[in-house]
């Protein structure tokens, strides 16, 4: 794949930019390619974006619900976190300086 870079002018067809994680179209009779100096842009053949595309749309509606499951126990861990560990040291700590009952 031939490397490009911002304000190229460019064949018609679909770029792809890695650092910006973003497609761009650009139409019949070519085009300037956007973006500040030294984004870099690689030309996707038309045969990939027509396979990729649905592949990457169905991986995005099958997993979808799972991303949201995982941010929602993260968020939970990460307020529940402080306050079980708090709880846990008090309790130890209780536990340490409590009076032996052995005799």
Same mark, same amino acid.
């Given at each position: 794949m031939i490397r490009y870079h911002a304000n190229d002018w460019v064949r018609p067809g679909f770029y792809w930019s890695p650092s910006?994680?973003?497609?761009?179209?650009?139409?019949?009779? @070519?085009?300037?390619?956007?973006?500040?100096?030294? %984004?870099?842009?690689?030309?996707?053949?038309? +045969? &990939? *974006?027509?396979?990729? @595309?649905?592949?990457?749309?169905?991986?995005?509606? %099958?997993?979808?619900?799972f991303?949201?499951? +995982? &941010? *929602?126990?993260s968020f939970t861990a990460k307020k529940c976190f402080?306050?079980?560990r708090k709880a846990v040291v008090k309790f130890l700590t209780m536990m340490a300086t409590a009076p032996d009952e052995k005799g």
């Open positions: 910006r994680w973003e497609i761009v179209t650009i139409p019949r009779g @070519g085009g300037q390619l956007t973006g500040e100096e030294g %984004v870099r842009y690689l030309r996707l053949p038309l +045969v &990939l *974006v027509m396979i990729l @595309g649905p592949m990457i749309g169905a991986l995005y509606v %099958v997993f979808l619900p991303i949201g499951f +995982v &941010l *929602v126990l402080p306050v079980i």
